[in-house]
């Protein structure tokens, strides 16, 4: 047989190494020479069963089963490419093997460990090489990839680009031991997984990042999210009367998170620049500052006037008693906490809700640009602002994205969790396209409506409060959003609560993990294990599924590595 020149593309070669593992290669091998990638006794059809489809210049041995030697010929813009992808540059197949044996094993790389992996948009890689630099420099070692190279990379690994880039997450955690992933794009940069919920009313879809962080089943197999194998991914049911029950999830995720993943959702250079700022300010501070121990907790309420008596209520059912829960907390480990809700007074043996001080857009605005290290609020909210309730004379209105872009906190960023529905809506629900590109409009008559394309038009994008607290200025806002992407209900008080006390222990003593992802990821498995049934039934309650549903809808927006310094500065003496 005549030796046969291959030729292979350097995603194919990038396939060919994270199979499997064991080689002697040299990783100090030099890249800069011209001399080629070779690879002995390798086999047409074992080329093909990895995606590669080589081009033969004279294959003249019909008998298939036979072992091909070839040489694979790649530029030096091959080799640039491989070691950007932290590949060896020599890839040599395991020798001697025959076509039934099933041990064939191609050369796996040694990557160096590190700890955040940061994918992006194509257009956002080189000004996230700064924040890379800083990350490097107080011992977060980082790298950036696009999920353009990473779904080329690992395209034969999924059946489209979400599956490809956790494919890559999950190759990164095992070969790496990544702890975090900073998601950095909107809807129109970056691609969402998409849900598919059944309800009574009319199916609809809903994104989650959970998707990126969940990797592995119980048994360590990767996990797809796509249990009846039907390529709908992670089927939910919330019907009002569903007679012969069923799961409400359906595709029987896991649901754990195995990494700390958190989303950027810039749409552009200038807003991964205000947020890569603001981030290497925060982490500058090598000490606690005065302004992080102030706390903001907000509960809007609606007056009422019953008979000769004029009160309010809160406008969003225990938000009083969960503030009230956190305030003791926090007061308790010597926090400066500014209630800007409600408090129960006794008139004629009834309790009733009374102002504990002025709540309105302005009183707002004048508390965070004092400083403070976290606002907690517990309310009613649309994607475009937070509903800050009712007095006497009507609505106090909303603090919306205008309040937000008047803020004037430099350097005084804080983490804001908001209990209130749809805040951390990135994306428009209403108007999408769907996986063909045809626009999809939700109303009452598209009760089934088809599945939206992973990444979708610029042309649909809705700002959220998210990306206003986050990216709209560089030197005002807040360093971390928390939210849902849909309607709340009771169980986000739940997240909240354990949100609030991880936060508050980071400042213990006893305590080492001082991360934003750290923080998150313990609460969303805290919440999971002790407050979700994953193998529920479904009964005649659309209620049933509200736990469930809320792993999905909540998200971290922000760097999960982020540093929470805990150490105060001791006081100098003169």
């Known amino acids: ?250 595709d029987e995720i896991e649901g754990g998170a195995d990494i700390a993943v958190g989303r950027v959702p810039a749409s552009s250079v200038e807003e991964v620049h205000n947020y890569i700022t603001k981030v290497i300010s925060y982490e500058n501070n090598e000490y606690v500052q005065d302004w992080q121990k102030n706390n903001i907790m907000v509960v809007p309420g609606e007056f009422v006037q019953k008979g000769d008596i004029g009160y309010y209520k809160e406008s969003y059912p225990r938000s009083l008693a969960l503030k009230e829960s956190i305030f003791n907390d926090f007061a308790q480990k010597d926090f400066s906490v500014d209630r800007l809700y409600y408090d129960t007074a006794n008139v004629n043996n009834t309790n009733y809700y009374y102002p504990l001080s002025l709540l309105s857009r302005e009183s707002l605005i004048q508390k965070i640009n004092s400083g403070a290290g976290y606002i907690n609020f517990a309310g009613h909210g649309a994607n475009n602002g937070w509903w800050l309730g009712a007095d006497e004379e009507g609505s106090l209105g909303f603090f919306d994205i205008n309040a937000i872009d008047n803020l004037s906190n430099t350097d005084k960023y804080p983490i804001v969790f908001s209990v209130a529905c749809d805040t951390g809506k990135f994306y428009n629900n209403l108007k999408y396209l769907d996986t063909d590109n045809n626009e999809v409009i939700m109303g009452k008559d598209n009760k089934n409506p088809p599945k939206p394309n992973p990444i979708q038009s610029s042309n649909y994008d809705i700002d959220s409060m998210a990306e206003a607290f986050l990216l709209h200025r560089d030197n005002a806002g807040a360093i971390a959003f928390i939210a849902s992407t849909e309607a709340t209900q009771g169980q986000a008080q739940v997240i909240d609560k354990y949100f609030a006390n991880f936060y508050l222990n980071t400042f213990s003593e006893d305590v080492s993990q001082h991360s934003l992802g750290d923080l998150w990821r313990k609460t969303m498995l805290s919440y999971k294990n002790n407050n979700v049934d994953m193998n529920k039934q479904e009964s005649n309650k659309w209620t049933a599924s509200i736990p469930f549903d809320h792993l999905l809808k909540y998200h971290l927006f922000g760097d999960p590595s982020l540093k929470i310094e805990v150490e105060y500065e001791t006081p100098k003496i003169y």
């Open 1 to 250: 047989m005549k030796k046969e020149i291959l030729k292979i593309s350097t995603v194919a070669v990038f396939l060919l190494s994270i199979v499997g593992c064991g080689s002697n290669s040299d990783k100090s091998s030099d890249l800069d020479s011209d001399k080629n990638v070779s690879v002995q006794k390798s086999r047409y059809e074992e080329l093909l069963s990895y995606g590669v489809t080589p081009s033969i210049s004279d294959y003249e041995d019909n008998d298939s089963k036979k072992i091909l030697s070839g040489d694979f010929n790649l530029s030096q813009a091959d080799l640039d490419w491989i070691h950007q992808m932290e590949l060896h540059p020599n890839i040599t197949l395991i020798d001697g093997l025959s076509w039934d044996d099933n041990t064939f094993v191609p050369f796996s790389p040694d990557i160096d460990k590190f700890s955040l992996l940061i994918i992006g948009d194509a257009s956002f890689v080189e000004e996230l090489e700064t924040l890379k630099a800083h990350k490097d420099s107080i011992n977060i070692p980082t790298r950036v990839k696009s999920w353009q190279d990473l779904t080329n990379a690992f395209y034969s690994y999924g059946v489209d680009d979400p599956e490809r880039i956790k494919q890559a997450i999950a190759y990164y955690r095992e070969k790496a031991q990544i702890q975090y992933v900073m998601l950095v794009g909107d809807s129109d940069k970056f691609p969402m997984r998409f849900c598919k919920n059944y309800a009574t009313a009319g199916n609809y879809w809903v994104p989650t990042d959970l998707y990126y962080a969940n990797l592995f089943k119980k048994d360590g197999s990767f996990e797809d999210w796509d249990g009846n194998g039907n390529g709908i991914f992670c089927e939910t049911k919330s019907v009002e009367a569903n007679p012969n029950g069923g799961l409400i999830n359906i």
